[in-house]
């Protein structure tokens, strides 16, 4: 029945809309880092409106939609083939089928949405209608299954003015004024007023906002060290313990600074076992406290950690990664796919990751701080989940995984945005980089490119007061977007019981 459906709504798209949808999708994906081509978004966006607009049946409208996100999340999240790449003869194979397996799986909710806005609405309504719905698409993929809210629409306007509706409606919120400005641009030839309203609503919105304020400075330093490991020679046994050399040499220059940062994982050995490795880290860094990322092991359960170490190379604080990437740090039901040879691709021990408690405040010497590892800066959910306010964030992370074209900058991105979102700074020490100090407007105040080893001593600013968005989260958006979408249910209801 299912694809009796899909043969017809194959045979109603035709192939020129199917190929705009996917033209469309891969330029919209050009906004998002490291190209910015915002140019192209106006465009892209408008060909999405027209599609709803042409797209009769609602199975065509969802093949339409889908083959949009096809387009888009093919080209935005290329980087996916990285970690395929380090150990090629056994994963290689592997990288085209998890593009395509990924791309197609988020496409399905571009899909749902544009399904059910032609079930729902007619006419020139359904570009508005869209929007609400694809919104709430969004919140779908940012929550769901874990979420995966990478290349959304809010990431796109990090270094433009809009940026500065972050602390304000936070990134769901962005993205809803993102699909409201540019998707009523397929209605130019029909009614221009109403295409070209909602554009100079929103862009007069974007600059009533102020800009964050100017964050005084703490007086406190923190050294960030990149030590530019390549993962496919991290943990190889030869060359695993120049790069742990390589950050001990950069913890022991001068002058002191008040705190020492190093990446996730810098240390190739279990922290149960790591007694002389700390101890001579300590010692370098002249009894300056380090925060470090190393795995440990509890009671047969391994965890992704941040530890903090005292001027003895005692560790007086640690943090567990708590939101895991699914098949990289742990495997959906591990117990039965271990037997098979399935493993989680990051994790050195075990069949995968335990996961922590959560988000928990971490007191260090330069104030107290909302740890986040890696793939947990991507989700500004959990950042807002924190029990009580830090007055900064430190990410952690190996970006190594995400090669050297699009996927550590889009990464880089989503920290300074959640910097922004909570007026906090945030440290960013990052393996292969770029680690940076991050203003709590989102600005880099000193930073390490991709691919250099080194280490930077950086001024750390001070939190900005609690934003907007740290107070309420997403709820303000979702509900808008609930609201507007039963509206326009209640408003076509008896066209979708004819249907």
Not at 41 to 58: E, M, N
């Amino acid at each position: 029945m299912i694809s009796l459906g899909l043969r017809r709504a194959a045979r109603e798209l035709r192939l020129a809309p199917a190929a705009l949808a996917v033209g469309g999708g891969a330029l919209l994906s050009l906004s998002l880092a490291p190209w910015h081509f915002l140019f192209g978004l106006p465009v892209a966006l408008a060909a999405a409106g027209w599609l709803i607009l042409q797209a009769a049946p609602a199975r065509t409208a969802a093949l339409a939609g889908w083959l949009f996100g096809l387009g888009y999340f093919a080209f935005g999240l290329s980087w996916i083939i990285e970690p395929f790449q380090i150990d090629p003869e056994r994963h290689a194979w592997m990288a085209p089928f998890a593009l395509v397996f990924l791309a197609a799986g988020l496409a399905l909710f571009w899909g749902a949405a544009f399904g059910l806005t032609a079930r729902f609405s007619r006419g020139a309504w359904r570009v508005p209608v869209l929007v609400a719905v694809w919104t709430l698409a969004e919140f779908a993929r940012a929550y769901l299954l874990t979420g995966f809210p990478w290349a959304a629409f809010g990431q796109f306007w990090i270094d433009t003015p809009a940026a500065n509706l972050l602390p304000w409606i936070g990134p769901q919120g962005l993205g809803l004024l993102t699909l409201a400005a540019f998707l009523p641009l397929a209605l130019i030839r029909q009614n221009p007023l109403a295409a070209a309203a909602p554009l100079a609503l929103c862009a007069a919105a974007v600059f009533a906002v102020p800009a964050p304020p100017q964050a005084a400075d703490t007086g406190k330093t923190v050294r960030i060290v990149q030590p530019n490991a390549p993962q496919d020679l991290k943990w190889h046994p030869d060359h695993r313990w120049e790069f742990v050399r390589r950050s001990v040499a950069f913890s022991a220059g001068e002058p002191r600074p008040d705190l020492i940062v190093w990446p996730e994982t810098a240390v190739p050995q279990l922290l149960n076992y790591a007694e002389d490795t700390l101890r001579v880290i300590s010692e370098s860094a002249g009894g300056v406290p380090v925060l470090l990322g190393i795995q440990r092991e509890e009671a047969g359960a391994y965890y992704n950690s941040a530890v903090l170490l005292d001027a003895d190379g005692m560790a007086t604080a640690t943090y567990d990664k708590a939101h895991l990437v699914p098949f990289g740090e742990y495997v959906p039901f591990g117990d039965l796919m271990a037997r098979f040879g399935i493993y989680g691709f990051a994790s050195q021990a075990g069949a995968g990751y335990a996961a922590g408690p959560g988000a928990e405040v971490m007191d260090l010497p330069v104030g107290s701080a909302l740890p986040l590892i890696c793939y947990e800066a991507v989700f500004p959910q959990d950042v807002n989940a924190a029990r009580t306010r830090p007055q900064m964030l430190v990410q952690i992370t190996n970006d190594a995984w995400f090669g050297t074209r699009s996927g550590p900058y889009q990464h880089l991105v989503q920290a300074r945005m959640r910097a922004l979102e909570q007026g906090l700074p945030m440290i960013r020490a990052a393996n292969t980089g770029v680690s940076a100090m991050i203003a709590p407007d989102g600005v880099m105040l000193d930073s390490l490119p991709l691919g250099d080893a080194g280490y930077i001593d950086a001024s750390l600013p001070a939190a900005l007061p609690p934003t907007l968005y740290s107070r309420t989260g997403d709820w303000p958006v979702l509900l808008l977007c609930l609201l507007s979408a039963v509206a326009a249910i209640f408003r076509h209801r008896p066209l979708a019981l004819r249907s």
